[in-house]
DNA sequence: GCCAACGTTGGC
DNA sequence: GCCAACGTTGGC
């Protein structure tokens, strides 16, 4: 999962009522169909800084709520608002997310770019992806995570 | 249903 | 700040 450090950074997250947040304001239906469909509670996290100066996978969360409806979504505050979603049909929904632990060192951007060949087409480093939810495989997490030790 | 225009993402 | 890539919108 991405975020823009800027915005809501894993220090961020760590200060948080107990350390959990509501991953609010994706307005992408493919990644909306994912967090429907596809995240269970005990689902692990990469956290992943974009946006930033060393953009890269700095820490480790986990799913602790299943999908429910974005309540940004009819805030007109907010600056996630949609007037056309229906609140007996709301059209975007959220997952609770908590922290679990910070990487020894952040696995940068350039450094899963550079091993684009182990990671089996992460989505992650495919040229043109703007995706900011997506999934990882066991086979990547595993690869990914390995490199924290090994630089 | 096509597709051009527009807005957003996000690395650099 | 630039710009490539891609999703969304809306005219037709």
Same mark, same amino acid.
Do not use: N
């Given at each position: 999962m991405k975020t823009e450090p800027s915005t809501f950074s894993l220090d961020d997250l760590v200060a948080s009522p107990e350390q959990t947040t509501m991953w609010e304001g994706v307005r992408n239906y493919t990644i909306r169909n994912w967090m429907r469909d596809d995240m269970a509670v005990g689902d692990e996290v990469l956290f992943y800084h974009?946006?930033?100066a060393v953009p890269g996978v700095v820490g480790l969360a986990e799913i602790t709520r299943t999908a429910y409806p974005d309540p940004t979504q009819f805030d007109p505050a907010s600056h996630y608002f &949609? =007037?056309?979603s229906d609140?007996? &049909? =709301?059209r975007w929904l959220v997952v609770d997310v908590r922290f679990v632990r910070r990487l020894e060192r952040t696995i940068t951007l350039a450094e899963l770019k550079a091993r684009a060949d182990e990671l089996d087409d992460f989505l992650l480093v495919r040229r043109g992806n703007r995706l900011s939810v997506m999934p990882v495989t066991d086979a990547q997490w595993t690869a990914i995570l390995a490199l924290e030790a090994t630089g």
């Open positions: 974009s946006s930033c &949609d =007037p056309k609140p007996a &049909d =709301p």
